[in-house]
């Protein structure tokens, strides 16, 4: 079946601008998670969803980011004012059921690069 | 804070010998996760180990958890190219009402042939 898909798998914007990362997760996934991961190192955690609300922002950097999930499946990473450091690779990954033992399935990422 | 220290951060071997990365918790773990990242690629799940003293086997590779559920290992046996990749530690932590899952920060293991 589909796994976790991402758009767009790349992203370059300009200092300021405002952008939005969108991940689909697999189909009955009721958990979906937010992770950024820069160059060499683990991913980070941001915010998780268990259905359409936020069970879990407290990764998040600041008031600059913002995600959303409305419907319980498609979700979407609104980043403002972006700043060069908001550059990494930017993972989303479903699981059946959140803040239990389920293995997450991870999309490919989206880069965003900050110029 | 809660972390999952995970060591080494790099390592290079030849083929065929062995590999093995450790992961530590400063807490008790509810469970632990292993996913592998192939060069370019996401984390791809790898197996979940649950009980004190748990180990399990998936072909050359032999997990492990701690008695006291605070630390891990994975061991791999006569490496292969294929191994080649960032082999991370998850730990669940429970965290008041949350259960979260902390991510070590990785092995990246590079296999000569």
């Known amino acids: 079946g589909a796994g976790v898909s991402q758009t767009p798998s790349n992203k370059v914007t300009e200092k300021g601008k405002y952008v939005e990362l969108r991940c689909d997760p697999i189909s009955g996934h009721t958990a979906l998670y937010w992770y950024r991961q820069s160059l060499g190192q683990g991913p980070e955690f941001l915010i998780y969803?268990?259905?359409?609300?936020?069970?879990?922002d407290s990764g998040l950097p600041n008031d600059r980011f913002f995600a959303v999930r409305p419907e319980g499946s498609v979700s979407t990473l609104k980043i403002q004012r972006t700043e060069r450091g908001d550059s990494a690779v930017y993972l989303c990954?479903?699981?059946?059921?959140?803040?239990?033992?389920?293995?997450?399935?991870f999309g490919p990422g989206t880069r965003l690069t900050v110029t | 804070g809660q972390q999952v220290m995970q060591i080494p951060q790099y390592q290079h071997v030849q083929e065929g010998e062995d590999f093995t990365t450790y992961c530590n918790s400063s807490t008790t773990l509810s469970n632990i996760q292993w996913y592998k990242q192939r060069p370019g690629g996401h984390p791809v799940f790898l197996i979940q180990?649950?009980?004190s003293g748990e180990v399990k086997k998936q072909k050359r590779l032999t997990f492990q958890f701690g008695e006291a559920k605070k630390n891990s290992s994975l061991h791999i046996t006569a490496t292969q190219t294929t191994d080649v990749g960032t082999y991370f530690c998850a730990g669940l932590i429970n965290a008041g009402n949350n259960r979260k899952l902390i991510w070590g920060l990785g092995t990246s293991l590079a296999v000569n042939p």
């Open positions: 969803f268990q259905g359409t609300g936020a069970a879990d």
């Open positions: 990954a479903s699981s059946l059921a959140g803040g239990s033992p389920y293995e997450q399935y």
């Open positions: 180990l649950v009980k």
